[in-house]
């Protein structure tokens, strides 16, 4: 079993930047690639960005691309999602989850591990 719970969401004016946390609790977090999803009101989830076992490989969805970073430190058993230059259409709840294997995915039903997800809010 993996625990996951995020951090760091929040109110931002458009063109603002939050950081988001995911802090991982259970087995060897360094076994896990991971991954950001988002859903909003009335909204899919869908795919943010996603992150190897070891870092060495991110993914990002294109809405996405050039404005969000995703990183993780394993010794700390902890991912982060930096997020530039905020947008209104990036308002939803940010969830992050962990899939055991080596290498992240876009789709949400193939990982095995959910947070209960934080809310970001850009305002224009």
Same mark, same amino acid.
């Given at each position: =079993? @993996? =625990?996951?719970?995020? &951090? ?5 004016? #458009?063109?603002? &930047?939050? %950081?988001?946390?995911? #802090?991982? +609790? ?12 988002? =859903? ?13 076992? $070891? ?5 990002? #969805?294109? $809405? @996405? ?19 530039? +230059? ?6 939803? @709840? ?12 876009? %789709? ?10 934080? =809310? @970001?809010?850009?305002? +224009?």
């Amino acid at each position: =079993q @993996v =625990q996951l719970v995020e &951090s760091g969401g929040g109110l931002v004016q #458009a063109g603002g &930047s939050l %950081r988001l946390a995911c #802090a991982a +609790s259970g087995r060897t977090f360094s076994r896990y690639a991971m991954g950001w999803f988002r =859903q909003a009101p009335g909204k899919e989830r869908e795919f943010v960005a996603g992150i190897s076992w $070891s870092g060495g490989s991110t993914y990002y #969805a294109d $809405s @996405v691309k050039g404005r969000f970073t995703i990183s993780r430190d394993n010794a700390k058993n902890t991912m982060y999602l930096q997020m530039n +230059s905020l947008e209104p259409e990036d308002t939803a @709840v940010y969830y992050c989850a962990a899939r055991s294997t080596v290498v992240a995915s876009s %789709r949400a039903y193939e990982y095995n591990y959910w947070g209960q997800g934080t =809310q @970001v809010t850009v305002s +224009s």
